[in-house]
């Protein structure tokens, strides 16, 4: 389809370099830069608007862990269009499972296994070093896609609030609500030709919390991006002809 075409072409273009570049961790934000423009040139190519919104009033402090809602697999792809920098990105260990690309992801981003206490710990110490590095990361404290994207969040994990205070940086509430209608989470492949959005919120700063506060923090975090969800939002599209 017209959509596949031009996410495909960008990455078997650029996959021979990627490869290269995944071998030394000191080339990796140029893996990450490669990543952030392939994003970019397919949603381009795709058509498609995407509505950027910054309600931040001033620059959002470095580094800080982003935290969005999760309602498609383009969701990732607009965090990387539209967060600037190298960022990492935590997400479920089965992408390191997809053809060719898993495994760049797997050395260039933190893969985890929520079900593991083992790769859950691991995880929150990458994340950490990063942080500590000044690399911003970027999240889905869902853990999934849930059935009513655009309309209710799943419940938030912990890990993203603790880890904000552990480390003293800012969260940074992200809210896409209508990515679904674009590329919902259903079985194959189905897009069709709908806005994107994404909305960018004050950071809440996390310096002089403790681990008692953290579920404070997350409600905040929930209320700001569910403010964001709108009626258009609501259901899962059909089929498309689009393509």
Not at 216 to 240: C, H, N, T, W, Y
Request: proline share 10%.
């Amino acid at each position: 389809t017209w959509a596949t075409f031009w996410f495909v072409l960008p990455f078997v273009v650029t996959y021979p370099l990627q490869l290269v570049l995944v071998r030394r961790p000191e080339w990796r934000h140029l893996l990450h830069s490669i990543n952030r423009n392939w994003a970019k040139f397919s949603i381009l190519m795709w058509g498609v608007p995407l509505d950027i919104v910054r309600e931040n009033t001033k620059p959002i402090p470095q580094p800080c862990i982003y935290v969005a809602n999760h309602g498609s697999y383009i969701d990732i792809l607009v965090l990387f269009y539209t967060i600037p920098g190298f960022l990492n990105m935590m997400g479920k260990d089965a992408l390191v499972k997809f053809p060719l690309w898993g495994p760049i992801f797997g050395k260039t981003y933190i893969p985890v296994n929520r079900r593991s206490v083992v790769s859950r710990g691991r995880a929150f110490a990458q994340a950490k070093q990063g942080l500590l590095e000044g690399r911003p990361l970027a999240l889905f404290p869902e853990g999934t896609i849930g059935p009513k994207p655009g309309e209710e969040l799943q419940p938030f994990l912990d890990g993203a609030f603790q880890l904000a205070i552990a480390t003293g940086v800012p969260i940074v509430p992200v809210s896409m609500p209508l990515n679904h209608k674009f590329m919902p989470s259903v079985a194959g492949l189905r897009v069709r030709h709908a806005a994107l959005r994404v909305v960018f919120h004050e950071a809440i700063e996390t310096k002089g919390l403790t681990q008692d506060d953290v579920p404070a923090l997350k409600a905040q975090a929930m209320a700001q991006i569910a403010d964001d969800f709108v009626p258009e939002g609501r259901g899962i599209p059909g089929p498309s002809t689009w393509r």
